[in-house]
């Protein structure tokens, strides 16, 4: 169920790599003018405006985008989509740090972790308040792959910028006239820096300004950089790295035998910035890069390093159109054609809204790829036939000139590819990975062997892709709409109208949309987006495990923590708890739907698998909601619980099974699993 949010890595920090598979990346220098190109371009503005052109083309709903200058794609789905979308900016959390804007002025800090038994909060800590003068209004006049830029101005005279940027623990400020900025803390000369107590963190100020007490006064070109002194450090450590800020970021990524990512951050003049790296990006470090100092989060503790660049790279993870059904015996596939044929009987009408209509879709293909497997060719070709009209369907260019549901339009105002029939609120461009990931997929599967069904398909298909996995971006889509690479995992929420920033609950539901754009890829003979999207599925994996499902509970910031599991994380926290339900099973069961054939991200430590199905069962065992899902997690803990959960799996109500999922593929998957 979807809601409107709802490793083994390295790191190099400092030495540029010389290339990476599939790019060949220079590093920029003082004179650069621009970040260096990515490898490919995947979805051109030329591509996509021959497919949009044969599409309905009309304004979607007003996401009051109040700070966005003109001439700005809309930052749906973002980390700082708060800032931009709605009558009040929210906070938003670049760690290490929180930030926020108000009429006022800005602020940040260093948030404060605090652990309860259900939640990580580590909220917006406006700790260092910079006044601008009253009246002061902000706009986001530049964003590219980890920065954002904010324009101030006061009775409609620009006073200067700030620029924040994930992973950078500055925060700078470069004025466009003589400003005068106030500090709600005063700042006391510290060698070349400057410093102040806040709370129980130090604070450092670096600027070619006029520094007093609480005044800072900085003349026209001139910055003031802040920054959270990290611990096992000193200010004198951090400002030589600030007096040149950060003006721009970008990444390259390569996939080979691992999936390979390197964020880079572009300084003014080209000298040496610093960088955090999240808890996964720093298992298994090489080089001799030495740290900084650290960082407490609500991930668990983040490292800093001088550099200009963070590097890392994670296992690849399969992308599967099916099950492998070719260790079965006789009596097994017998049993699997007699499932196949009950479930494709019982086949209901197929769901107008693009969350319900596209799982069942992704569960037909499957049924499809099972019939096939067992020799129910019968059932294979009729089941093909049903699932094959629905999705070209959905897939008519014009469907929207015609109908009001099972077709897709671009959003002209917000610019994007929106269901007809919204569902979780896709029409405000919530979860659309998750909806359109099941398209993808089901289409992967269904034309993987029929190109003359991929052509038909591709025009419609191709600008779901285009919608999620864009790169760069262009005038028609932003880029890779979902997914943030420096946290490694994708953003849910269109418009973050939350205090605690954007988030994403259904991990493995993102897993499942890379997975279908890998599979579509390769159908529709799309090399580009086929790189990318193992890209993308492999962080997202790394990241689902590192924080949603795997997590290492010795980390100090579980310490108090009562669940193995959360379910929810937002910028600013990580909760227990789910959009759409109290139940423990709930919040295990939509960390791992659908299950798929490509979810490998769930195998792992038997021992944590049992305690997370323990703890998600509860004491109503699996004939409950959503106990399909949690039956068929409990059988990657061993062979026991594989027959186990195969015993249970035969006589459970089949009532129960999810919208979602097939008895066929619950017990095709318990026994492909020998």
């Known amino acids: 169920m979807s809601h409107a949010k709802k490793t083994t890595s390295s790191l190099i920090a400092g030495a540029l790599i010389g290339a990476l598979a599939g790019c060949a990346p220079s590093p920029p220098g003082p004179d650069a003018s621009s970040d260096p190109p990515q490898a490919s371009t995947v979805f051109g503005a030329d591509q996509v405006s021959v497919a949009l052109d044969r599409v309905v083309q009309r304004d979607g709903k007003d996401l009051n985008p109040a700070r966005l200058a003109d001439g700005l794609l809309p930052p749906t789905n973002t980390w700082f989509a708060g800032l931009v979308f709605g009558a009040t900016a929210q906070p938003v959390f670049p760690l290490p740090m929180s930030f926020g804007v108000d009429a006022e002025g800005f602020a940040f800090g260093l948030p404060t972790v605090t652990t309860t038994s259900k939640t990580i909060m580590g909220g917006y800590a406006p700790i260092i308040r910079v006044g601008t003068g009253g009246g002061t209004a902000w706009r986001v006049t530049a964003y590219d792959e980890l920065s954002v830029t904010l324009e101030g101005t006061v009775d409609g005279e620009q006073i200067g910028t700030v620029r924040i940027a994930e992973g950078s623990p500055f925060?700078?400020?470069?004025?466009?006239?003589?400003?005068?900025?106030?500090?709600?803390?005063?700042?006391?000369?510290?060698?070349?820096?400057w410093s102040v107590r806040g709370g129980a963190v130090e604070y450092g100020l670096v600027t070619a300004g006029e520094v007093s007490g609480t005044s800072v006064r900085v003349d026209a070109g001139q910055s003031a950089t802040w920054f959270a002194v990290p611990e096992g450090a000193t200010v004198q450590d951090l400002a030589p790295l600030a007096t040149d800020p950060v003006v721009s970021t970008s990444v390259a990524y390569g996939v080979a035998d691992k999936a390979t990512t390197t964020l880079r951050y572009r300084t003014r003049a080209g000298g040496t910035t610093a960088v955090a790296a999240l808890p996964h990006q720093t298992h298994g470090r090489v080089g001799d890069a030495e740290a900084i100092g650290t960082y407490p989060s609500i991930f668990g503790t983040l490292t800093l390093y001088a550099g200009n660049q963070l590097s890392w790279a994670e296992p690849l993870q399969e992308a599967r159109a099916g099950l492998d059904l070719s260790r079965l015996s006789d009596a097994e596939r017998t049993e699997l054609a007699d499932a196949v044929r009950a479930d494709a009987a019982s086949a209901k009408l197929y769901p107008a809204d693009t969350y319900f209509g596209g799982k069942a879709l992704y569960r037909d293909a499957q049924l499809v790829r099972i019939a096939r497997e067992v020799g129910a060719d019968d059932v294979s070709a009729q089941v093909a036939a049903r699932a094959t009209a629905e999705l070209e369907k959905w897939t008519e260019p014009a469907g929207c000139v015609s109908r009001d549901a099972f077709c897709f339009f671009y959003d002209t105002r917000n610019k994007g590819i929106v269901g007809s029939t919204p569902s979780f609120g896709s029409e405000e461009f919530n979860d659309h990975h998750f909806h359109y990931g099941y398209f993808l997929y089901a289409a992967g599967v269904l034309a993987a062997d029929d190109p003359g069904l991929a052509d038909r398909l591709a025009p419609v298909m191709d600008l779901l892709a285009a919608d999620i996995a864009t790169s760069p971006a262009n005038e028609h889509f932003v880029a890779r709409r979902n997914f943030d690479s420096y946290q490694s995992h994708s953003w849910a929420s269109g418009t973050a109208p939350f205090a605690d920033a954007n988030n994403q609950e259904s991990a493995s539901e993102a897993i499942t949309a890379y997975a279908g754009l890998t599979l579509w890829a390769r159908a529709s003979g799309n090399a580009d987006l086929e790189t990318e999207a193992r890209w993308m599925h492999a962080l997202e994996a790394a990241s689902a495990r590192a924080y949603w499902t795997d997590f290492d509970r010795d980390d100090p910031v579980?310490?108090?923590?009562?669940?193995?599991?959360?379910?929810?994380?937002?910028?600013?926290?990580?909760?227990?708890?789910?959009?759409?339900?109290?139940?423990?099973?709930?919040?295990?069961?939509?960390?791992?739907?659908?299950?798929?054939?490509?979810?490998?991200?769930?195998?792992?430590?038997?021992?944590?698998?049992?305690?997370?199905?323990?703890?998600?069962?509860?004491?109503?065992?699996?004939?409950?909601?959503?106990?399909?899902y949690?039956?068929?997690?409990?059988?990657?803990?061993?062979?026991?619980?594989?027959?186990?959960?195969?015993?249970?799996?035969?006589g459970m109500d089949r009532a129960l099974i999810d919208d979602g999922n097939t008895y066929s593929y619950l017990l095709a998957w318990l026994l492909s699993l020998t």
Do not use: C
């Open 558 to 628: 579980y310490a108090g923590f009562d669940h193995t599991i959360t379910p929810l994380v937002f910028g600013g926290k990580r909760d227990y708890a789910t959009w759409f339900s109290a139940e423990p099973a709930a919040a295990l069961a939509i960390l791992l739907i659908p299950v798929s054939p490509s979810s490998d991200q769930l195998r792992g430590d038997p021992a944590r698998i049992r305690a997370n199905v323990a703890e998600g069962i509860g004491v109503k065992g699996f004939e409950q909601q959503y106990g399909d």
């Open 171 to 193: 925060v700078t400020f470069t004025a466009a006239s003589t400003t005068a900025l106030t500090t709600n803390l005063p700042f006391g000369t510290d060698g070349a820096a």
């Open 630 to 650: 949690l039956l068929m997690y409990s059988a990657l803990a061993g062979e026991q619980e594989r027959l186990r959960a195969l015993e249970i799996a035969r």
